[in-house]
């Protein structure tokens, strides 16, 4: 869909029904529950390797210098160095897994909604034909809600809305330019803020509590479902084009 397209139908967005919505997450969250959870895992099992990677030289050097009588003060500035390097890069590497696995859940979303039968596929956006797209979109992702962070509280509130929308619009337009992208999410996300806002923050308070309710660990299983109002807001002032899910779906044969 073409960028002057989507800008159209923001423009045009009708009103939108905070219960009906809220419904229709009900009864995706049943078909995708499974697929939710399978994403959170891949994401835990990608996260673990980069903190030992992380964490085992400082461990090294710790048990040497309880063991030894060595003099190890002067590593110290290095380890720290060492530290917040390896620790920038653990957190830019997952922005980019975290924002590929959630991009193909709201692919998958859409696939189950329809009842087809495409494979679900989680590495669909982490592959070498948009995995540059996916790396940039991240630089994007980090770089504005750190800004936001700095300018204080309240930025990071109003631009969790747009960053929420811009994965459901990268999912469903991933050759739209990374700029045009961004523009869209914070069109839509100023067009529709307020029951954005309050879908995902009433979503994501139900999925804790729920989780919580089944000793904790059931929030792996209830934790999707606060990623799903955002499709249905992109849904209904957006939607789909025809065969959509026919052309992203399916890589080209190199």
């Keep these: 869909m073409r960028f002057s397209d989507i800008q159209q139908k ?21 078909k995708v529950w499974l697929q939710g959870l399978i994403m959170i895992l891949l994401s835990f099992a990608f996260a673990i390797p980069f903190v030992i990677i992380t964490y085992l030289p400082l461990l090294a050097l710790g048990i040497a210098d309880a063991f030894t009588y060595g003099d190890y003060s002067d590593l110290a500035p290095f380890a720290v160095l060492f530290m917040v390097i390896a620790y920038l890069f653990f957190v830019f590497v997952m922005v980019v897994i975290s924002l590929g696995l959630k991009t193909a859940l709201y692919k998958i979303m859409r696939q189950k909604e329809i009842d087809s039968t495409e494979k679900d ?13 996916t790396i940039n979109l991240s630089l994007a ?39 045009d992208m961004i523009k869209a999410s914070f069109e839509l996300g100023n067009k529709k803020w307020l029951i954005t806002f309050g879908l995902v923050i009433i979503a994501s308070i139900l999925a804790q509590i729920v989780g919580s309710i089944l000793c904790g660990i059931g ?36």
């Design 121 to 133: 596929d989680y590495f669909f956006f982490l592959r070498r034909k948009y995995l540059s797209k």
């Design 219 to 254: 929030i792996l299983f209830t934790a999707c479902f606060a990623y799903i109002p955002p499709y249905f807001i992109y849904k209904k002032v957006i939607g789909f084009h025809e065969g959509s899910l026919e052309v992203i779906g399916t890589e080209e044969t190199e």
């Design 141 to 179: 992702y980090l770089g504005i809600s750190l800004l936001a962070t700095l300018l204080c509280f309240f930025p990071i509130i109003y631009v969790m809305v747009p960053l929420n929308l811009l994965v459901v619009i990268y999912a469903f337009n991933p050759d739209m330019s990374n700029s």
């Design 10 to 30: 923001i423009q045009n967005a009708p009103m939108l029904d905070f219960g009906d919505i809220f419904n229709e997450s009900i009864e995706l969250y049943k």
